[in-house]
């Protein structure tokens, strides 16, 4: 298994700094994971977890899963954790309260964050969902049953170094074609090229990035991805941050208020303009019927002003109707021909913050567990 993150022993040292703790376990779950330890069981568990995390202190001993963030947490990227793994409550993070308890006679494994660093805002809100972390300094939430809290936070990030450079729109769309064909992995950089619309060189370059940064290894007949939900976020927050400025071509308006009389028009024959399809909420709905936004996401090839013209639609700065390009044609791996791939649809899901959104990529979540590697470990 390759090695973890560089920041992941100064997190479990910083653990056990703490004066309730005896001793620390960790044992990362590598090919195995997804499968919870024997007699535990957890209603809210939607994501296989990096490793098992084992305390001990003098009133008891406690497993939690545990979920590693190597990328910047921003609100949006943790707001996708929480959905991911079950704790995201929208009312209780508005109204501050607590959360339901488990169901009496119900063990739970707790789930325990580690990242490179968790700022003031995003410890608020990781407290306000209960969820456990720890950094390199020692910010933290850490609670074991009723008996122990340590809560932590305003220290700075220790330092590392120099900061690296990111791996670039090119590299987040390398990251998207692995999502959607995983099985490219195995064959010659040029048909992962040929996925992510990039060149071979590039891809070589982003594949080695992905090993170093510890989302890829090595295996037999190729390369593998090591952790499934790291770099789901790894491409998430890429789409948001790097490559959705770079994909967004105009927004328009409809001249009439239907939304869905948008939806049914894009599925009307076109020549000679390339390929479309739904993205972002409109999409969702389309899949799951759960929840159908303001906006309307459609990627294209071709001309934005030309798909404008066909569809009748008028140019406006802050018009609900979105045109981007798409991040390769690993894109139209939609489950429809009229939607995009399901990792695009979930990445502009959780591109703006909302607890609408969240709760729409959860569901898109629900209704792919294969894709997502959400389906249950077979027994």
């Known amino acids: 298994m390759p090695a973890p993150p560089a920041f992941l022993k100064a997190c479990l040292a910083r653990i056990l700094e703490l004066p309730f703790v005896e001793e620390v376990d960790f044992t990362p779950l590598g090919k195995s994971r997804g499968a919870l330890p024997a007699g535990e069981a957890s209603p809210t568990w939607k994501a296989a977890p990096y490793g098992e995390m084992t305390l001990v202190t003098p009133a008891e001993t406690v497993t939690f899963l545990v979920e590693v963030q190597s990328s910047h947490l921003s609100r949006a990227g943790v707001e996708g954790v929480l959905a991911r793994l079950g704790l995201l409550h929208p009312q209780s993070a508005m109204a501050g309260t607590t959360l339901p308890a488990p169901s009496k006679g119900v063990r739970q494994n707790p789930w325990i964050l580690l990242a490179p660093h968790v700022g003031r805002g995003i410890g608020t809100l990781l407290d306000r969902h209960q969820l456990n972390f720890m950094d390199p300094a020692g910010n933290c939430r ?66 080695n990035r992905l090993i170093k940064e510890g989302f890829l290894h ?63 909420s409109a999409a969702a709905f389309q899949l799951t019927r759960f929840y159908r936004g303001e906006e309307t996401v459609v990627h294209i090839e071709g001309s ?76």
Request: glycine content about 10%.
């Open 304 to 379: 934005a002003p030309e798909w404008a013209r066909h569809l009748k639609l008028v140019r406006d700065d802050l018009g609900p109707v979105l045109f981007l390009k798409v991040p390769g044609p690993a894109a139209w791996l939609g489950p429809t021909p009229k939607t995009v791939s399901v990792f695009l649809i979930y990445a502009e899901l959780l591109a703006q913050p909302g607890a609408r959104r969240q709760e729409a990529a959860a569901e898109l979540r629900r209704a792919f567990p294969v894709e997502f590697h959400d389906a249950p470990a077979a027994l």
């Open 142 to 207: 850490l609670q074991i049953g009723q008996q122990y809290l340590a809560r932590v936070e305003g220290r700075a990030p220790v330092a590392t170094g120099p900061r690296a450079r990111g791996p670039g729109a090119a590299g987040y769309q390398v990251a998207h074609a692995l999502l959607a064909r995983p099985t490219a992995l195995s064959g010659p950089a040029t048909g992962v090229a040929r996925l992510a619309g990039v060149s071979s060189s590039t891809v070589s370059s982003a594949l």
């Open 218 to 280: 090595k295996v037999s007949n190729g390369r593998a991805i090591t952790h499934f939900p790291e770099l789901l976020d790894h491409w998430t927050e890429g789409y948001r941050h790097v490559l959705r400025p770079h994909l967004l071509l105009d927004r328009y308006r409809s001249p009439g208020p239907d939304l869905m009389d948008l939806d049914r028009c894009l599925h009307v024959p076109s020549t000679g303009l390339g390929k479309r399809a739904l993205g972002g």
